[in-house]
């Protein structure tokens, strides 16, 4: 079975700064998908990025970019010009065709320090 | 309606008890999703229905869990003989299409159900 570990459940980060969260994944697949959602406060699920394994390319959107590691099964995100807003809850995703939908981690707290 | 609904939003029930919660999935999805996030934890799989068809329960952790979506549309979970335990908040989502490789970006979650076991 797939697992996603996220090993930071609290991290920090002054405004305007940029931080870095880690996620690892353990699959034996070679096709899969691989996301980053947000939690704020008010509970919602918003999408933030999206990388499919497939591509070589690191997704980028707008202040949040990924570095996928492949062969390292690594996929953390970054948030360059951390904006207060960001303050929520991080969880990292992935996803198979075919097998259970959208295995999430356990998440990291992000807090946005003015 | 634009989202996923889900009723009720918090729900208080007495050790024991039985409980529904409904998910109303958005128009037309095809993939119905539930998922269990207990506080300070990521979503955890339940379960998930393509059309009216249960196509994985691995995820329900016991058989007071079962889940049911009659038409391929509207989908309950029930909870039966409520403990402590399985207070959480259970989540719906839903997708138009069956193993959409761009499945980040319609799956779509609902706000949740709050149930606190008393």
């Known amino acids: 079975a797939q697992t996603v570990t996220q090993s930071q459940p609290e991290m920090s980060v002054q405004e305007a700064e940029t931080v870095t969260l880690s996620c690892t994944y353990d699959t034996s697949e070679n096709n899969y998908y691989l996301f980053w959602y947000k939690q704020p406060p008010s509970r919602q699920m918003i999408l933030v990025i999206r990388q499919e394994a497939y591509k070589q390319q690191n997704a980028t959107e707008n202040r949040f970019s990924v570095n996928f590691q492949k062969a390292a099964k690594s996929f953390s995100l970054k948030i360059s010009d951390s904006q207060l807003g960001d303050t929520a809850m991080y969880f990292c995703?992935?996803?198979?065709?075919?097998?259970?939908?959208?295995?999430f981690g356990k998440g990291t707290r992000l807090s946005v320090i003015a | 309606g634009a989202g996923v609904s889900q009723s009720p939003r918090y729900k208080v029930t007495k050790r024991g008890q039985d409980v529904a919660l409904r998910c109303d999935p958005i128009?037309?999805?095809?993939?119905l999703y539930w998922y269990r996030q207990a506080l300070g934890q990521g979503p955890e799989f339940l379960t998930y229905?393509?059309?009216?068809?249960?196509?994985?329960k691995s995820g329900l952790p016991n058989d007071r869990f079962s889940a049911e979506r009659p038409e391929g549309s509207i989908s309950t979970l029930t909870i039966q003989r409520t403990e402590q335990r399985d207070s959480a908040m259970y989540r719906c989502?839903?997708?138009?299409?069956?193993?959409?490789?761009?499945?980040?970006?319609?799956?779509?979650f609902g706000e949740g159900s709050w149930l606190t076991v008393v």
């Open positions: 229905f393509n059309y009216e068809a249960q196509q994985d």
């Open positions: 995703a992935f996803f198979n065709s075919g097998n259970t939908p959208l295995v």
């Open positions: 128009s037309g999805h095809v993939s």
């Open positions: 989502a839903s997708s138009l299409v069956l193993e959409d490789p761009t499945f980040g970006n319609t799956i779509y």
